[in-house]
């Protein structure tokens, strides 16, 4: 069932669901995981993709990192939290919660991000 959170819950098809997180953050899950949910400080191993302006730029296969909000992008830490092995979801990051008004590699100033990711492990402290 896919449900959308927002002010309410709206039941609207199946098998997965989205959830608006604070300040503009859009989360659609595609597949639940179980165990440890991420929290800050946990060492965590996942997949990702990124695009921006609808070309992709990054694809990262395997990456280790420490979920600490002083060393990503807020909107990229926030949509991690509460995330769990083997889940699978789509977070689309608003311009301000990422690189803002600065152009950043191939990312072009006032981007939003969208993220495929899928959490491989989550290790508490």
């Not at 449900?3 to 597949?31: H, M, N, R, W, Y």
């Not at 993709?49 to 600490?68: C, H």
């Amino acid at each position: 069932m896919k449900i959308i959170f927002c002010v309410g819950l709206i039941f609207l098809g199946a098998f997965s669901f989205a959830e608006t997180l604070p300040q503009d953050i859009q989360k659609e899950i595609l597949q639940s995981g179980t165990g440890v949910a991420a929290n800050s400080g946990n060492r965590i191993k996942v997949n990702y993709k990124m695009w921006a302006a609808d070309a992709l730029i990054e694809n990262q296969k395997d990456l280790w990192f420490t979920l600490d909000e002083k060393k990503l992008i807020s909107g990229f830490y926030q949509g991690l939290l509460g995330a769990t092995k083997g889940t699978r979801f789509i977070l689309k990051v608003p311009s301000h919660l990422g690189y803002g008004a600065r152009a950043e590699g191939d990312i072009p100033a006032n981007s939003t991000l969208k993220y495929e990711i899928e959490v491989l492990e989550v290790f508490g402290n």
